[in-house]
């Protein structure tokens, strides 16, 4: 590489690192963003509850209004309920792009740590931040697991009160239910982070060179040949396969 493809190639990982730190910056933002959505959508269904409340102050009218509206109020609910598990993909989606973006960050971060070549012990005491690609995890154990464990709890709670409000009292059969759409989010997110971390950017594709594009074999059968027995051609003269068939070349 020369020196002015060396400085080019700086300046674009300058450039990308500075554009990589905004977007996990903007990631970020985004995540709070839904998560607040996903807190409205949660209030919706109890601020119906407490409109319904002061129509219905009695315990028996309102029993009686859920009862008459009890299928559709269960629908609403279970829809909840699947916009919250939708939401909950989406920002985790966005959570594993910020670790990517971060893990980006680290291996320029590294490159040009290992350029600078200085007293090692300087280099350590500059260095806060990590410089591997290979952190931080995408399946993040003490931070995001948390997250999670608040989207499995109140979908699991309006999968629950969807379940009593169309049944009309509480059944125990719910129990596998309710323990499914819990269990649901922890294995989301679970593939999610798998994925990123086995498949996702890495091609499962082989290619195989037949043409002598890659390998030049051309090239090196001109080579062989001129040492085994002296003859010497050029390898744009090679056109047919086997090389023997093209008399011009001398080849037997």
Same mark, same amino acid.
């Given at each position: ?15 990308? /690192?500075? @554009? ?7 990631? &970020?933002?985004? &995540? ?12 919706? !269904? &109890? ?21 008459? /509206? ?15 598990? #939708?939401? $909950? ?16 960050? @680290? #291996? ?24 591997? !690609?290979?952190? *931080? ?20 709670? /309006?999968?629950?009160?969807? $379940? ?11 129990? *596998? ?20 971390? $086995?498949? /996702? ?10 043409? #002598? ?21 050029? *390898? ?5 396969? !086997? ?6 070349? #001398?080849?037997?």
């Amino acid at each position: 590489m020369t020196n002015n493809d060396s400085r080019e190639f700086k300046e674009f990982l300058l450039s990308e /690192y500075s @554009n990589i730190a905004e977007a996990h910056f903007k990631s &970020i933002e985004s &995540i709070s963003a839904f998560f607040r959505y996903y807190l409205l959508i949660m209030s919706i !269904p &109890i601020s119906s509850v407490a409109v319904i409340s002061q129509i219905g102050s009695d315990v028996d009218q309102l029993k009686s209004i859920i009862n008459q /509206y009890k299928l559709p109020i269960s629908i609403i609910l279970f829809s909840v309920v699947l916009i919250g598990v #939708g939401v $909950l993909c989406y920002i985790i989606n966005l959570r594993l792009d910020c670790i990517l973006y971060a893990r980006a960050v @680290n #291996g320029i971060r590294k490159f040009f740590y290992d350029k600078f070549m200085e007293d090692i012990n300087l280099k350590l005491r500059w260095r806060a931040l990590p410089q591997s !690609p290979h952190i *931080p995890f995408y399946f993040e154990k003490s931070f995001f697991l948390p997250v999670v464990c608040v989207f499995g709890v109140m979908n699991s709670l /309006y999968c629950f009160l969807g $379940l009593w409000v169309f049944n009309g009292r509480w059944k125990g059969s719910g129990v *596998p239910l309710i323990a499914a759409v819990f269990s649901i989010h922890f294995i989301l997110y679970w593939w999610h982070a798998r994925h990123r971390e $086995l498949s /996702y950017l890495k091609s499962s594709k082989l290619g195989i060179d037949i043409d #002598g594009v890659i390998n030049k074999h051309r090239e090196h059968f001109c080579a062989i040949l001129k040492e085994k027995t002296k003859k010497e051609i050029k *390898p744009e003269d090679i056109l047919i396969m !086997p090389v023997n068939e093209y008399s011009h070349n #001398g080849v037997t």
